[in-house]
Structure formats: C-alpha cells, structure tokens
C-alpha cells in the first residue's frame, strides 16, 4: 500500500465523515421538529379560559415526557437512526480492496453484535428526547409559577443546546466505532489506521496515522481513555478508522 493509496484513502474518510456528519445533524434536526409538531399540538388543544388552562397545563405538566415519546412519528424516527449506520456500511465499504475483501453478510454473531449496538444507540437517542421533553416540561412550570400566561410561552426559545451537542457526539463517535466492528470481522490480517493528520489528532492518533499494523496489535492499544481503543480509536469523537488489508505495506 504506498503513499498515494493511504493518501486516497485519508481524503475518502475525511468525505465519508462528513457525510454522516450531515446525516446525523439532519436525523437530530428532524427529531427536534417533531417533538415540538407535538408539543405545539398539546398546547393549542388547551381550552383558553386561563384558570381551566392552567389546570390543564398542570396535568399536561405530569405526562408530557409519556406523550411525546409514544407519538408514531417520533417512534417510528428513533428507529430510523439505522439507516445511518447502514449508510456508514457502505461508506466503509468504499475504504478497502473489495477483490480482498468483498462484502459479504456477517456471522450471526457479528450482526448480533452489531444489532444491540444499534439498539443501545436508539435508546440513547431515546433518553435524550426525554431530557428535551423534561426541560420543555420545566419551562412550562416556570411559566405557571411566574403567573405568565401560557399563550406567551415560547417553545423555540427551549434551546437545550447541552442535550442535542451531546447525542450529536455521541451519534459521530457511535456510528465510527460500527463502522470500525465491521471493519475488524472481515478476517484482515493487518489494518492501516488511517484518516486526517493534522493539528486535531491527539498524540495517541499521531503516533499511528497512516501506519498499518497487525490486527493482534490493535486489541492491545490503550488510548489512555479507559475505552477499548479497537473500537474507538483515539477516543470518543476520533476521526480515524481502521481499514482492513493483507499487506503489510
């Protein structure tokens, strides 16, 4: 594998994340407007005389979370979410010799494996939208005990900007790693770690960009983050992959 093959490989990872980089922003975007489709929903169906309205808030108060998170639509978009990890199979498949390794299905166990990853994916997701919902929830008490009327009560101004950062990593740093357990079921004997190679990398990432070592190796790396590096590489949020190859160069 010489320069100008690695160096290809680098600038399509650089692509392929991006790509899901913007799947990811659109599929929590999308989530963002449906639960609030929704809780508009629920609030423009308060009667308007402001004592029942307040009444009905208080009981709205007790199960909006329950409300949001069994709408069809909302549901039925979590479990979309594998759709991004199937785009990132075949993003992935695009980083290696098809002719070495072509795709094939997995064992039972790998796509057993990769289903619950999947799942414990869509239940993160899940409790985010909890979180959003809590805090939509908090705004609406606020309103009440401030004596503001609710027709004032602004749901775009419920930013939760801390929730929707923190699924959005996880989701980048979640589908890498899926696309990385593929990577290693392939049966390789070596794997390049290749990826961008720039100010961003953390020393652990530096020390190995664009050097191929054998799979034996990588399951004994430690990145220093208490996470197992074979399937997050340098850490959460790293850019890098491992691409599969029978050659040691």
Not at 31 to 60: F, G, H, W
Not at 141 to 147: K, N, P, T
Not at 203 to 208: G, I, T
Request: glycine share 4%; with cysteine.
């Amino acid at each position: 594998m010489d320069s100008r093959e690695i160096e290809r490989i680098s600038r399509l990872i650089e692509r392929n994340n991006a790509t899901i980089d913007r799947s990811i922003a659109s599929y929590i975007q999308t989530l963002r407007r449906l639960m609030q489709a929704k809780m508009l929903q629920e609030l423009s169906a308060l009667p308007k005389d402001r004592s029942l309205r307040r009444a009905e808030v208080l009981r709205l108060l007790g199960g909006l979370e329950s409300i949001i998170m069994e709408d069809e639509d909302i549901t039925d978009h979590i479990e979309s979410l594998q759709d991004i990890f199937d785009l990132q199979t075949r993003l992935s498949q695009t980083l290696y010799d098809e002719e070495e390794f072509p795709p094939v299905e997995g064992s039972r166990a790998q796509e057993s494996r990769l289903a619950v990853f999947v799942n414990s994916r869509e239940q993160n997701v899940s409790i985010m939208a909890r979180a959003y919902a809590n805090e939509v929830r908090q705004g609406l008490a606020d309103s009440i005990i401030s004596q503001t009327p609710i027709s004032d009560f602004e749901l775009t101004e419920v930013r939760a900007p801390r929730i929707f950062s923190a699924l959005e990593n996880d989701l980048k740093t979640a589908t890498a790693s899926y696309g990385r357990l593929e990577s290693l079921a392939l049966g390789s004997k070596y794997v390049l770690y290749a990826g961008p190679r720039d100010a961003r990398n953390r020393p652990f990432c530096a020390e190995r960009v664009n050097n191929i070592y054998p799979i034996e190796v990588v399951y004994t790396w430690d990145n220093g983050q208490g996470i197992p590096a074979y399937l997050y590489c340098g850490g959460y949020g790293c850019r890098h992959q491992l691409i599969p190859t029978n050659r040691k160069r």
